[in-house]
């Protein structure tokens, strides 16, 4: 199991980033949250299986149609086992 905390940079805000990273991660059944940061950054924290956590990752990095993805900084963290499904902060 793993978790990781994600800052992405671009075009993140106001394309619904948020809620189309909401739709991945329970696809793949990742727990954790997301939310806007200032100067335009989304903050994710995800956990599940690693392989899921991999893809998770992979999806962030492009995110969804209308986003544009600059950059994202990709941290490991103690896992904590989340129980509740994955939303939106």
């Given at each position: 199991m793993r978790r990781v905390?994600?800052?992405v940079t671009g075009?993140?805000?106001?394309?619904?980033?948020r809620?189309?990273?909401k739709k991945e991660a329970n696809r793949l059944d990742i727990k954790g949250w997301?939310?806007?940061r200032e100067n335009d950054?989304?903050?994710?924290?995800a956990e599940g299986k690693e392989k899921d956590v991999d893809k998770f990752i992979e999806w962030a990095k492009n995110g969804?149609?209308?986003?544009?993805?600059i950059n994202t900084k990709i941290s490991?963290?103690?896992f904590e086992g989340l129980e509740d499904r994955f939303e939106v902060r």
């Open positions: 905390s994600v800052i075009k993140v805000q106001g394309v619904c980033y809620y189309f990273a997301c939310q806007n950054k989304v903050y994710l924290v969804s149609t209308f986003a544009k993805v490991e963290e103690k």
